[in-house]
């Protein structure tokens, strides 16, 4: 008896037929563990392959990013705004466009017209809302304008130009309708930021260049006399900057510009190279107030716009900040009023805004 208990010690016990249940096989296992290995390997390609055949990939990614959509600007511009300020939002400006809208800010006590301006969101061309810049607006509004922030249709559901033509649109609504929205349609300054500086800087280049506008197929919103400047913060604007083929950053560049013009190599599209600004730029464009971080990786757009504005004579504001800046500056500061560069280029935006759109004395 003590033989055969000794010898049960040492043999594992027989599993019951419900204990042989609960315990799978290992062949069992190991299929499992190889099917979820390769179900995400799967997976991993099929996203490799969607970045590489469609932008949608990239453009979904952006299209929900917070600050892309200016909802965390929006959160802490808020408490800076003043009271006083009248709005009127969702005005149409295209009645059978459901992107064809825009608000308008003014001061309550607004008298008479007042200089415009105008202000393009930004948002990569494919992501961001005019809700983004309502609460800069205000800000701006309380100072004795009149501020509009345009609505366009996101990229890719309308390539370019059909933004472009949008804030052309826009424009000519605000100037029809001056009287009712307390708008000098003489004293106009074109605004945006980031993808939406692109925007504003191309509508006032085919506004003060004849030549260019009928060369690019650009609309003209109103007479070059009634610009009186144009405010870009951190935009994207030489589209020869960049190195496509640069890892994930060029990638997702090239994603965007693709979505945006509809073209996969836009770089070889004679009509999209009248998108890249610097080198179509004339003496014509209106006085012009530029600004990016040193932190932003779209910086070297600025500096290269700057330059080119400078060498056609243009008249030319800029806010840089130095190279070895610590903290850096990001990308889309201006919008930061906490913190010290913000209030800064607010401080730089309302004297240039005073300074071109000052009536002369009688």
């Not at 390609?45 to 990939?57: G, R, T």
């Not at 608000?103 to 005019?130: E, S």
């Not at 810049?133 to 990229?155: D, F, N, R």
Request: glycine share 6%; hydrophobic share 40%; with cysteine.
């Amino acid at each position: 008896m003590d033989e055969i208990a000794e010898r049960q010690d040492r043999e594992p016990a027989t599993p019951t037929p419900q204990e042989d249940r609960r315990r799978p096989p290992r062949h069992r296992v190991r299929s499992a563990l190889g099917w979820t290995a390769g179900t995400l390997a799967a997976l991993v390609l099929a996203v490799v392959v969607a970045f590489q055949v469609s932008y949608w990939p990239t453009t979904l990614l952006l299209r929900y990013q917070p600050d892309l959509n200016g909802t965390a600007a929006q959160d802490s511009l808020a408490r800076h705004v003043p009271d006083g300020v009248d709005e009127i939002i969702d005005e149409r400006y295209r009645p059978d466009d459901p992107d064809g809208r825009l608000d308008v800010f003014r001061p309550a006590d607004a008298a008479g017209p007042l200089p415009v301006v105008v202000w393009v969101h930004g948002g990569a061309f494919v992501a961001g809302t005019k809700d983004g810049t309502s609460s800069y607006l205000k800000i701006l509004a309380s100072h004795g304008y009149t501020t509009v922030s345009v609505e366009y249709t996101k990229a890719p559901e309308r390539h370019y130009p059909y933004q472009v033509e949008q804030v052309a649109d826009a424009i000519r609504h605000v100037v029809r309708h001056a009287d009712r929205l307390h708008v000098d349609p003489d004293r106009i300054v074109i605004a945006g930021d980031s993808a939406g500086a692109h925007l504003a800087a191309q509508t006032v280049m085919a506004i003060s260049d004849d030549d260019y506008a009928r060369a690019a197929g650009l609309p003209q919103a109103v007479e070059r006399s009634q610009v009186l400047g144009a405010v870009l913060a951190c935009g994207a604007y030489d589209l020869t900057l960049p190195d496509y083929g640069d890892g994930l950053v060029g990638r997702f560049q090239r994603d965007i510009l693709w979505a945006y013009t509809g073209e996969k190599d836009f770089e070889s599209d004679h009509r999209v190279s009248f998108a890249s600004l610097p080198q179509h730029v004339s003496s014509s464009f209106p006085p012009t107030f530029v600004t990016a971080g040193n932190g932003d990786p779209l910086e070297p757009h600025s500096h290269a716009l700057a330059d080119a504005l400078r060498t056609q004579g243009v008249d030319v504001d800029t806010l840089f900040f130095p190279a070895d800046r610590v903290p850096e500056v990001p990308h889309e500061y201006q919008f930061d009023l906490d913190e010290a560069p913000g209030p800064e280029a607010l401080d730089r935006i309302l004297a240039f805004l005073a300074g071109v759109t000052a009536q002369e004395e009688p």
